[in-house]
């Protein structure tokens, strides 16, 4: 394992530390994943950077019209957040649905994301709520969409040997706008979900303007249901409606048979009814119903 | 002033604060000067021959002390139950520490003893072994056919361990009297027992030979004979014991915990140094005991006013890679069954098969919760077929007091009656018929079972019990046994039962336990039976000592000892003039007298049933086939209550443990032979937050051949949990699942099928 | 490998030690400091018998790398009864037989004691979201549930006492 382990006072720092260890040191934020991905052999470093007490990174504020979460934002931090919950209620709970307790007291949102693990909640949410990142490297700072991040099965664009995300961006809410997340588990603590969806929606004059619906663990990182999402457009909510929406979902959704969470036949068959109850629930925070 | 009566009262746990307060010690808190650390290799291939194995790389590597492989190891085969099993029961011999085969993912290959933990694991990645994979074969079924691959050499058919047919009357004929029959076939999953301290033991040999384990087992004399005989010593140089705390056990520690305890023994003899061999979590799931999975296939006769007639039992039990305890579980899962309904005529039949899949064992109940399962959602099926109310046609049936049964002790008592009624009015009984109207999605149902279980081990295993108890010279007490506390709570019910016996307070008696070299034999604890046997022979120890008390105070008053009584650590005379002498009093009188009151109980071979009878209220989600329980309500007659704090805990632990098992628990293999489940993240052992509410009803009876009128109650609650889950299952959604856990996917699959 | 040195703060002492860069905490207070009522469940965050409570938030020690532990304020359960007097949460386990095996139990009592530190009065949702990341298969939670419930109203009626002798 690892020899060095550093906390760099602010994020020029950390980018400095990188360069200098060229590739042989990686940014840990919560670092829930990657203490047991260095131990498992997963990755290996010889020091680590500690980005959790980089006072900017610890923050969520509000910037011009963006909800703006730091780095080191742990899923409790966010849970508890006014902000999060009346902008983004989708990553409220999925941030409460991470693992337990001591997990959400370190674990963060960013590194939900980076660890790029297909089914992570708060990634889900982010994904629906059309979030931003943030990513600072040698180069410089890139804002990307969070799409953007996804190579492959547990795998990141962002090389935490060479760059961070600093922070997510999520536009504030608009009137008639609301998001929410719904998961299918098999314990309701310390599991991953067997299925998992969220949706932001934008209702105007009792119809659907926008939806944004997506959905794991049902391929390569966190998946938009497209065809459902261009169903939506101009539909008044009907029940009927709501539910073609989950059933034309299912088409974009390609999971495995899995012998711990649930065969493809059975994902299939639900993911529906989890797409409609969180279209419902969605439209319910849009309507002013709370988190 | 002590209390008139400490039988029935619950007080605090004698070591609770120890727990409370992080200061209890189990095995892996130990340190011993010069401790190495140990680590196994095991295989990753569920069937294969070990051709070569090169280890001297392992050897080479600075800090490794030792590395034992079959080729430095005892070859002396032995099976962990250690010829506890009565003789009716045939044990088989099948393991070895370390054999030229492995037989499933998880066999033991070799060990290494370094200084570090770090360097042992790393060791275990130079050690080089050249295997010639098998065929392998992971199914009951497909095993006992007669070309799938053979895991051992077996005289009863192909990889059937152990056959077992269980007759009493006529059933064919019994089958020919009945107006209804009904028949089913149901699936049963591998359970894991989760204790939360994982398997270890610490190990040290001594100059002249002798042997010392710390382990967490639940048997520590059955451990201390299977080491003498693997490692060739006499039992008196083997001393077996507790550190003294365990976490937990649920049968996973019966005989040894995994191999923790021969393989560190090994080490030491190797090393000359203590071993302490901790297993991870991984290890705990893959290469310890699991319950029993199997097939139980359920055929019950009877007459139109659902008198039943007739009962057919056939189980076929996976035993995994070898046999242990899996041919007395499988008895027991007969006998447990056959004895919950008053049926003339009864067979069962049992196939225990070897599979190349994780060795199956002792789990609480035994093999008594998959008959169980089977047996009342069957009751439930005819029932349903006679046009009968459940609760209607289990109270027409149910064993009586002195029926005639299979099992060779009687049935001495039961208040297995009230037990029904008394939780089907908790549960609202009578809103089973209401009409499922859905709402939300969401249906409710309502559901019970009931059954039996033991308070010994008798008739298949030796049962008895001895206690040493010795009065120390200021009249406190000292009792021994060789039974272990693993978290059940005897050590304070057994205080409690001393006291009583004695006539002393319970602040001045200690009852130690899980140490072989201060007590005489036990076969320990498991089978319900530790308050219940042990208890017994702490009964009788205390009436012995008493009767020297009596004597020696008869002789002090100058009266018979017939005429002198001892209460409340009071000796007193029936004539108040003769005066009084208080507890420590007559022994500081007798210690200046050259005596010390000691004596050795031991108890009478008995055993009785406990009753059970459980209700489920639950809720099924209809889109996605969520089952959430919503209130449990466990009704049992465990005989006399000693301590109601911890029967209840016993009860609600082991209800718990039955929800998961009903609903979400199972281990699985893949196409590779891999446990898919081998993780607390991905076995689903219920949180906190999967706990419905769980109403406990105690109905006492007086059993007869218990201590103070005490029955078993350790298992009880696993027993019936699944079969009133099922059938409150089956009520809400108008169909059968008939095979556990009733997980989401199979209950959505049942929905569909009905609504096709 | 180079050491660094540890400083923080443990069950209210100032504890200075070389640990190695990659240790994790779990071993520093169970090897290093003999906390050993700090159990080792599964090492990998999924059970909390390793439940501490670093600057007020319950965390698994399991996962924490002890580096990070750098200036924080530990407590672990040998430290919340450290005046000889038992913590009431820890009197309310014993009392409502809590107690069954005791592996979980300082995991357990560490997760409802960051709950009531900082909310004095939770509800029954919040005790078992709070205790959701502790497994137990004992005691089937009842008892726990109970436990807690009984040391949130006597810390109340402790710290209200305070309050109004004031």
């Known amino acids: 394992m690892f020899q060095k382990y550093v906390f760099p006072r602010n994020v020029s720092a950390a980018v400095h530390l990188l360069n200098e260890h060229r590739g042989n040191a990686r940014i840990m934020a919560g670092g829930t994943d990657l203490i047991l991905d260095l131990q498992n052999g997963k990755y ?36 508890k957040s006014f902000l999060v919950q009346q902008n983004a209620a989708a990553l409220a709970q999925a941030s409460a649905a991470v693992g337990s307790q001591q997990i959400r007291n370190i674990s963060t949102i960013v590194g939900n994301v980076v660890s790029a693990q297909p089914a992570a909640d708060s990634a889900v949410a982010l994904f629906a709520l059309d979030a931003q990142v943030r990513v600072v490297s040698a180069d410089g700072l890139t804002v990307m969409p969070i799409e953007n991040l996804y190579a492959g099965i547990g795998k990141s664009t962002i090389d935490s040997t060479l760059s961070l995300v600093t922070a997510v961006l999520i536009k504030k809410v608009e009137p008639g706008e609301g998001s929410a997340f719904v998961r299918l588990e098999q ?40 065809e459902s999402e261009a169903f939506l457009k101009d539909k008044m909510p009907s029940e009927e409606v709501l539910q073609e929406a989950g059933r034309l979902a299912a088409e974009n959704a390609n999971p495995r048979d899995s012998l711990v969470r649930g065969s493809r036949n059975y994902r299939l068959a639900v993911l529906p009814v989890l797409v409609r109850r969180a279209l419902e629930q969605a439209i319910n925070n849009a309507e002013g119903g709370g988190f | 002033m002590i209390p008139e009566n400490i039988i029935g009262k619950s007080i605090s746990r004698v070591e609770s604060a120890e727990k409370a307060t992080g200061t209890a010690v189990f095995t892996a808190d130990m340190k011993l000067p010069n401790m190495l650390f140990g680590k196994v290799l095991r295989s990753p291939y569920p069937h294969a021959k070990i051709v070569s194995i090169d280890t001297s790389k392992a050897e080479a590597l600075p800090g490794v002390k030792a590395v034992v492989t079959y080729k430095n190891s005892p070859s002396v085969i ?228 659902g008198q039943l007639k007739a009962l057919y039992i056939n189980a076929v039990l996976n035993t995994g890679a070898y046999a242990s305890y899996g041919p007395d579980v499988i008895a027991v899962l007969g006998t ?291 089952v959430e329980v919503l209130r449990f309500v466990a009704a049992h007659d465990s005989g006399k209550i000693i301590n109601p704090t911890i029967v209840e805990g016993q009860i609600e ?104 | 490998m180079s050491y660094l040195q540890l400083k923080c703060i443990v069950n209210g002492d100032l504890v200075e030690l070389d640990i190695e860069p990659s240790e994790l905490l779990i071993d520093v207070l169970r090897d290093r400091l003999n906390l050993t009522g700090v159990k080792k469940g599964c090492k990998k965050g999924e059970c909390g018998a390793c439940t501490i409570i670093m600057n007020g938030d319950a965390v698994n020690s399991c996962l924490v790398p002890a580096a990070r532990a750098q200036g924080a304020v530990i407590e672990t359960i040998e430290g919340i009864s450290k005046t000889g007097r038992l913590h009431p949460l820890q009197q309310c386990f014993i009392e409502n037989g809590a107690i069954q095996c005791g592996y979980c139990t300082p995991g357990m009592i560490m997760s409802a004691k960051a709950l009531l530190d900082k909310n004095p009065h939770p509800t029954k949702q919040e005790i078992r979201e709070a205790l959701a990341g502790n497994l137990c298969r004992c005691t089937g939670y009842v008892k726990i549930e109970k436990a807690v419930e009984q040391a949130a109203k006597i810390i109340f009626e402790i710290t209200e006492g305070r309050g109004t002798s004031k």
């Open chain 2, 336 to 626: 447990t069954n056959c004895s919950v309904y008053r049926v003339p005529n009864v067979l069962f039949e049992g196939s225990l098969v070897y599979t190349n899949t994780t060795t199956a064992a002792a789990m609480r109940g035994f093999g008594n919760p998959q008959g169980n399962y089977a047996l009342e959602c069957s009751m439930d099926i005819l029932a349903e077929k006679l046009g009968l109310d459940p609760v209607e046609l289990r109270l027409k049936n149910i064993i009586k007091p002195f029926d005639k049964w299979m099992l060779p002790y009687p049935c001495a008592t039961s208040a297995l009656e009230d037990c029904i009624q008394l939780g089907a009015k908790s549960i609202g009984w009578e809103r089973r018929n209401e009409p499922k109207v859905p709402v939300n999605h969401k249906v409710r149902g309502i559901g019970m079972a009931c059954g039996t279980h033991v308070s010994n081990a008798g008739p298949w295993a030796i049962q008895y019990d001895n206690a040493y108890l010795a009065v120390q010279q200021d009249g406190s007490v000292l009792v021994t046994v060789g039974i272990t506390d693993m978290g059940q709570g005897s050590a304070t019910a057994l205080t409690q039962v001393a006291a009583e016996a004695l006539g002393v307070p319970v602040e001045k008696v200690h009852v130690l336990a899980g140490d072989t070299d201060t007590s005489p034999h036990s076969l320990g604890s498991n089978a319900s039976r530790t308050l219940y046997s042990a208890g017994l022979s702490i009964i009788n120890a205390a009436d012995k000592v008493k009767q020297q008390i009596l004597d020696f105070c008869a002789g002090e008053f100058g009266v018979d000892s017939s005429e002198l009584s001892i209460k409340n650590g009071i000796v007193s005379c029936k004539d108040p003039n003769k005066g009084q002498l208080k507890f420590e009093e007559v022994c500081d009188l007798a210690n200046h007298k050259d005596l010390q009151f000691v004596a050795v109980g031991r108890n009478k071979l008995s055993n009785a049933p406990p009753w059970i009878a459980h209700f489920a209220e639950v809720e099924v989600d209809l889109e996605t086939g969520e």
């Open chain 2, 78 to 305: 032995f099976n962990t139950a250690a010829r506890t099993a009565q003789q009716k029961i045939n044990q088989v011999d099948d393991e070895v520490i370390f054999g030229k085969v492995v037989r499933y993912v998880g066999d033991e290959i070799a060990a290494v003893a370094a200084t570090s933990e770090e360097i042992a694991a790393e060791a275990l990645t130079l050690i080089e072994v050249n295997y010639e994979i098998l065929p392998a074969v992971f199914d009951p079924l497909e095993a006992m056919k007669p070309d799938a691959p053979q895991l051992h050499d077996c005289k009863n058919g192909n990889n059937i361990a152990t056959l077992i047919k269980l007759p009493m009357g006529d059933v064919e004929q019994g089958f020919a009297e009945s107006e209804t029959v009904i028949e089913q076939s149901f699936k049963v999953p591998v359970q894991k027992h989760c204790q939360l301290e994982n398997h270890a033991a610490i190990a040290e040999v001594s100059h002249n030979g002798r042997i010392t384990v710390w382990s967490p087992t639940q048997t520590p004399h059955t451990a201390k004979n299977l080491l003498a005989k693997i490692f060739g010593l006499p039992a008196s140089k083997v001393r077996v014991l507790n550190p003294p705390y365990i976490g937990g056990g649920f049968g996973a520690r019966i005989g040894f915990c995994g191999k923790t305890e021969p393989i560190a023994v090994l080490l030491a003899q190797k090393t000359g140094r203590p071993v302490l061999l901790s297993y991870d979590r991984k290890e705990d799931f893959i290469a310890s005991d699991t319950r029993h999975s199997g097939y139980i296939t359920v055929k019950l006769g009877a007459k139109k006013d």
């Open chain 2, 653 to 756: 632990g082991a209800v718990l443990q039955g929800v998961g098992y009903a609903l979400s628990e199972q281990i699985v293999y893949n196409d590779k032979g891999q446990q898919a489940q081998d993780s607390f993240h991905e076995y689903y052992m219920p949180s906190i937050k999967d706990t419905p509410e769980i109403e406990t009803i105690i109905v006492e009876t007086e059993e007869p051949s218990g201590p103070f009128g005490a029955k078993g109650v350790g298992e009880c609650a696993q027993v019936p949990v699944a079969g009133a889950i099922a059938n409150a299952v089956a009520n809400a959604i108008g169909d059968r699942i008939n095979e556990l856990p009733m997980n989401k996917e199979r209950v959505l699959a049942a929905i569909m099928q009905k609504e096709k």
């Open chain 1, 44 to 79: 290996s470093t010889d020091c680590i950077v500690d980005i959790t007490r980089i006072e900017e990174l610890k923050q969520i504020s509000e910037e011009n019209g963006n909800i703006v979460i730091g780095a080191a934002v742990t899923h409790n931090q966010a849970t």
């Open chain 1, 187 to 226: 314990r309701k603590a310390l599991t991953l979900p067997m299925l998992n969806t969220a949706v932001k929606i934008s209702v105007k004059d009792q119809r659907i303007k926008e939806a944004r619906i997506v959905m794991a663990p049902v391929g390569i990182g966190p998946v938009r249901a497209t």
